[in-house]
């Protein structure tokens, strides 16, 4: 609760927190940095849930990372694609299963790695709608805002130009993007950003209804928090 007040104090209404993955002392990007809470999903669920509880009383929104869950993976994702298939099973969807069954899943934040044996193609979950939209929306029922990891983390920004991957991220089924910023910055990058999907929905890469689908889930988040 402290922590929540004091997070709310500054002014931010969105923390990009809690870890939902399961702990793996061997992963380099999170058991080794301590960043989750549990090995066992209840016990995930259970922590997340009172870290949620207390943020929202404090007026803030938290995202739930790194889906479809990261805590086994033997690459860290700031610095190339780990490829999670070899590690990663169905046990690792629990805690989102566990909190969007008890309301407190308002945003789900994918990560930078690949599942193969969910999408085949050599993709990050970010950038995957077989991820984003079939497994996380339909296949486990999530209705709320979908976000992005770092769309500049060295796995992304080393095969995909970043105007391609904002498009790509939203055609997945993302509704926020967080872009960095800090490698090529560009100081006019929202200006790019709206110009990249008004040129994407020209060109029939995306359409209006799919950025509409967007927003009618961030505007409902923000009035959540009215």
Sequence with gaps: AQAA???AATGFNLNLAP????????SP???HFGRAFDREPVRIVAYAEAFIDAFAAAGVHC???HFPGEG?????????LPDITATWSTTELEPYVGLIASGRASIVMTGNVRLSTVDPAPVPATL?????TDLLRTGLGFKGVAMTDDLDMAPIRATTPRDEAVVRAISAGNDLLMVCNTNNVDPDLPQHVVEWVESAIGRGVLTEARIAESADR?????RALA
């Excluded at 870890?19 to 061997?26: Q, Y």
């Excluded at 995957?128 to 984003?132: G, P, T």
Aim: proline share 0%; hydrophobic share 45%.
């Design 72 to 80: 086994h993976a033997r690459e860290d994702s700031h610095k190339v």
């Design 128 to 132: 995957s709608s077989a991820i984003v």
């Design 29 to 31: 990007a999170i058991g």
């Design 63 to 65: 995202a739930l990372k």
């Design 218 to 222: 961030i505007r409902a988040l923000k």
């Design 5 to 7: 007040t004091e997070f």
């Design 19 to 26: 870890v939902v993955d399961l702990d793996d002392a061997r």
